[in-house]
């Protein structure tokens, strides 16, 4: 990559090493749902849409959320882990890697969010009984308690899902204890009511959360980097909030993870609380295959989603005070689209900056900004990539005419249906 343009933007394009992974920068795509995926394996598109970030020049893209086993995808098609997985995830890694990038892989359960119909059990499964609003209009609206064996079965399933990944050629994995996905339910007092080891107090909170982190470590060696995304908050009324947080991060220090990925908000309750920005309501009713489902979104979307304005940086003040209390690497993300936003990030003692919706928008943002050639994103943020993604071919930025182009012309061609190789 060319020199970068001033002092203070070099910093963000030092190298960095956190245990075996070595980084050419301080920029990392963070995950954002892709829906490109075939029976649950990765597509031909998959590939193209991560190794376009590793030549724009991202140090580490990640790739969104793969469930653990069966039960952990939220619907039918989703990225999940098995043995055939290994090989198409391998052409992907070594696609990756041929463009100087590394690539990590975020492991994710979903717990009682799930519209997923293709379950082999009753119904989906979280810390406590409840209501699966997600889920109820496709005949999946009671969330079950977890019993001691499935919390079991369902941490073996996070560590043979971790090897498979270092197997496939990732770098570093990421566990999802975050955004309300089934290790977030646990953490969160809102939707883990249970009165038994893992519900009430945080440390039974944390038992189950921790028990994958310190199985996981033990399953993939010490050298192996093991980043987790949290919640800094729920953006809810009796969730998890910063205070507890900053405890969260600390026992995740302690537990063997190697770096902290710093968000909030409960998909389930609290969507726009993680984006910020504009509510596409109308695209994702647009996209959504049900009538009854869009009936619903018209009638409750207002009420599920409620408007929340973006402001640049948006966790960063939450972040902080995690910053002060682990020394452990921390990824910031949320809100930084610009170089300044980059650099200050960077000045507040986050090792890594993680970016979103703006590397969507464009894919070569942090090669144009190490050039000199852009100190801005074009990110609105609009939010539409939020029902892009629901789309046959995938996650674009809808404001991008060329990016749609060209999603037509691979859907035409079929890639959105083979199998990457
Ligand atoms: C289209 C889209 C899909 C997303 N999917 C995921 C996901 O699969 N896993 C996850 O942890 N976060 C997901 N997120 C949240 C992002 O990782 C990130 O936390 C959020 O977009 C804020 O960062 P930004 O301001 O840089 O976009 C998604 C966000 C968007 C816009």
Redesign the pocket.
Known sequence: MDAPQSPRSADLFEPLRIESLALRNRVIK????EGMVVDGLPSELLKRHHVALARGGVAMTTV??CAVSPEGRTFANQLVMRHESVAALRALTDAVHREGAAVML?LGHCGGFSKNTELSIRGPLGPSPGFNAYGALVGRPVVRAMSPADIERTTADFVRAAQRAIEAGFDAIEL?L??GYLLSQFLSPRLNRRRDGYGGPLPHRLRFPLDVVRRVRAGLGSRVPIFA?MNLDDGVRDGLHVDEAVLVAQALEEAGTSALVL?GGLVSHSALY??RGERPLRQMIAVEPSWLQKLALFAFGPFFVPKTPFTPLFFLPLAKQVRAAVRMPLVY?????SLDDLVRVRDEGFELV?????L?ADPDLIRRYATGQATRSACS?C?Q??AE?DRPGG?VCAQQPAQLARRSDEVRAGLHLRVCS
């Open positions: 963070t995950a954002t749902y969104a959320y975020q999802h975050g955004h995304k968000s993680l984006l993300v949320g809100g930084a689209t993680a970016l979103g919706r703006a969507l943020p939010n990539c939020i993604m996650v």
